[in-house]
């Protein structure tokens, strides 16, 4: 237990210094990109037929995969961080008020992969202008996926508004200590600022937290990218009312796991034990243990209706996902993870950080096979096989696999650099330890 009183000097210190892991970590996550990103060229070069994705009725297969599924996971990951962070805010949960911003780079970071995703599956990226850009006002008004398109890019826009306010603050009074290389962003940022805005900053902040919290349910994780897939009949693994609230719990499940795993590797990097504290762990993990509990209930729901009684079609889609190794692996780490979190509740003294860790991990692998199962079993088991017996099937491209891993990397990436220009804990978060020194441990 740290008895040390946070400082602006901690918050200070990425920008001071830069030790042989960080150029470590930056090479291994900047050859994963560079790999994913080698291979996208090649796919660029040769067309979509150098993935496993394949036409109904010339290849068999399926024309959706890992770049969708992967392309969920990130999105879910980027809006539950936001959704985090305004609840920080929105509810006065000032305990983990040193994460809210980690929590909002990680919706900027995870965003940016699931759009480039986006881009990745057209095809070529001229697409984005010749079939979405270009024909917007025809597309808006038929396409669901044109839909995904504006709310991730109208999301995009609305943390970036909610961070550059909170930004405001911090580098108007850090400015002499931030590196004089990055003046004309710190210059940008701070344009117009006077002391006198803060107030208000934090009133507009309050409300853009509540916008949020409005929408996550409505238009984001648990409305529009559900409906994509719940509102198609003939694809019953897909279709139902429930997709809306299980894809929220799997988003705000794999965010808790992204800033756990963000926090552990700050405070490792750079001692901040007394800021991103014990309790913060602790809370963050019985959270985790909340919404998979969430996670793994809703499965119920969906396994109950798919294997009592249900139309042929659902019954064999359900049968074929319940017997995949995928599914099976995935639901087991949750579990695993639940026992371990509930079993923590009742003994605390099993908890411990790298265990948290360790739970996030589990999460995140487990959402991340959920999500791309969730797609290519929906894919692979419609009610109307006009193709069933065109042979062919699914298994991930080196490609594919690679954008995974690339797309991880240019997370960590975004991390790395960011830290180096702006503070990633924020000054509020700091004076309001200073000032509540109790709530430190």
């Known amino acids: 237990m740290s008895t040390k009183t946070p400082s602006e000097a901690d918050i200070l210190r990425p920008f001071q210094q830069t030790s042989t892991k960080y150029y470590a970590l930056a090479a291994v996550a900047g050859l994963a990109f560079a790999l994913f990103l080698l291979g996208w060229f090649y796919q660029l070069y040769e067309g979509m037929v150098v993935t496993a994705l394949s036409d109904w009725g010339t290849g068999g297969g399926v024309t959706w995969g890992v770049y969708i599924g992967a392309f969920i996971w990130w999105v879910g990951i980027a809006h539950g961080g936001i959704i985090l962070s305004a609840a920080v805010r929105l509810l006065g949960m000032d305990r983990y008020m040193p994460v809210a911003r980690l929590a909002e780079l990680l919706t900027i970071a995870g965003l940016s992969a699931a759009g480039f995703y986006i881009v990745v599956h057209l095809g070529r990226p001229d697409r984005m202008v010749t079939s979405i850009i270009g024909h917007y006002h ?16 109208a999301y995009f826009v609305l943390t970036a508004t909610y961070l550059m306010l ?19 962003i710190y210059s940008l940022l701070t344009v117009g600022y006077s002391e006198r805005e803060d107030e208000v900053v934090q009133r507009m902040v309050w409300w853009l937290a509540l916008a949020i919290i409005i929408m996550a349910p409505l238009l984001l994780h648990g409305g529009v990218i559900p409906w994509l897939f719940a509102l198609l009949p003939t694809y019953p693994r897909w279709f139902g009312g429930v997709q809306g609230p299980q894809f929220l719990t799997i988003a705000l499940t794999s965010a808790i796991s992204g800033v756990i795993l963000l926090s552990y590797g700050f405070r490792r990097a750079y001692n901040w034990d007394h800021i991103l504290t014990d309790d913060i762990f602790r809370g963050l ?29 659902m019954e064999y889609a359900w049968a074929a996902t319940l017997e995949h190794p995928i599914y099976i692996v995935s639901m087991a780490l949750v579990a695993i993870v639940l026992a371990y979190i509930f079993a923590q509740t009742i003994r605390p003294s099993l908890f411990a950080k790298r265990r948290a860790v360790v739970a996030g991990i589990a999460i995140l692998m487990a959402t991340l096979l ?8 929906g894919l692979m088991y419609p009610t109307f096989e006009i193709y069933g017996a065109t042979p062919g099937v699914y298994f991930p491209s080196l490609i594919e696999i690679a954008s995974v891993t690339g797309t991880i990397g240019m997370v960590v990436l975004f991390f790395l650099l960011v830290s180096k220009v702006i503070p990633v804990v924020e000054l509020h978060a700091i004076e309001h330890l200073q000032e509540h020194p109790d709530e430190e441990h």
């Open 166 to 184: 909170t930004l405001r603050y911090d580098v108007s009074r850090l400015r002499g200590d931030l590196p004089d290389h990055f003046g004309p």
């Open 138 to 153: 025809i597309t808006i008004h038929g396409s669901p996926l044109v839909w995904d398109v504006t709310v991730i890019t």
């Open 285 to 313: 993990t019985l959270w985790l243990g909340f919404f998979s509990l969430l996670f793994l209930w809703l499965q119920l729901q969906q396994v109950t209706a798919g294997t009592f009684f249900p139309p042929v079609d």
């Open 370 to 377: 959920e999500k791309i199962l969730f797609v290519v079993e």
